[in-house]
């Protein structure tokens, strides 16, 4: 423990980069979170896509993984799954959910959270589609979040399928597609010196959005 105190303080970093001022940021956090994401696709950052994705039971026990964000617009936020892996059936009981997206070297982070929904099955059936054929056959052999006999076994799942559907061509699953967060809330945090990050909140009221600064 004492040896992995030091270690952390020797990690420790003073953020300088940029700031972030409520009277520069675009008052609808949609654009604002495109501009930042845009920053982070162009800085060549490993899946700038990749965000933590909270849920949690109906008894509020939470559980939380990495996923791929796969588009957004102003109906919110899609990535896809399986239905029936833990974070659906947790969906299923309790369909809110919070995101936080980590762009180290851009030393930001964004949070986002709101009611999650199902996207439409033809949404799920366009994105399948586009999947390259191994990854279609990859979703439709693993039955995730479930105990399995072994790593043979899903091999075994995945070369039945291939023989099945050798141009990869397989239909979607019915327990596979895709979700989308509807924010009610993004956080926007800029890492500053000494501690003093910048953070802009944005909050749904009625139709508009409130802005507040809270403190770091
Ligand atoms: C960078 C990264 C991206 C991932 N993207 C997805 C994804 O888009 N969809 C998905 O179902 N799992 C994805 N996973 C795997 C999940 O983190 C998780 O292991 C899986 O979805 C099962 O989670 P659950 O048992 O909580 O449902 C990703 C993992 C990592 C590390």
């Not at 409520?22 to 899946?47: C, G, H, I, M």
Request: proline share 8%; hydrophobic share 40%; aromatic share 10%.
């Amino acid at each position: 423990m004492a040896d992995l105190t030091t270690e952390f303080a020797r990690l420790r970093i003073d953020y300088a980069g940029q700031d972030l001022d409520e009277r520069t940021v675009l008052s609808d956090p949609f654009a604002q979170f495109r501009t930042w994401l845009d920053q982070a696709l162009a800085s060549n950052l490993k899946e700038p896509n990749a965000m933590a994705l909270a849920t949690a039971t109906r008894e509020g026990i939470p559980s939380c993984r990495m996923v791929l964000l796969k588009g957004f617009d102003p109906r919110g936020f899609v990535f896809f799954t399986n239905y029936n892996s833990s974070k659906g059936l947790e969906l299923h009981q309790n369909p809110q959910a919070a995101v936080t997206f980590y762009w180290a070297e851009l030393e930001r982070q964004v949070r986002i959270a709101g009611p999650v929904e199902r996207v439409s099955p033809q949404e799920s059936d366009d994105y399948f589609a586009l999947r390259p054929p191994l990854a279609r056959i990859g979703a439709a052999a693993s039955p995730q979040s479930r105990v399995i006999p072994g790593r043979a076994w899903l091999e075994q799942s995945v070369e039945s399928l291939q023989v099945l559907h050798p141009n990869g061509d397989i239909p979607r699953p019915a327990d596979w597609g895709g979700y989308r967060l509807q924010p009610l809330s993004f956080e926007f945090w800029q890492g500053r010196p000494n501690r003093l990050h910048d953070r802009i909140l944005y909050t749904r009221v009625a139709s508009a959005w409130q802005l507040d600064r809270l403190s770091p």
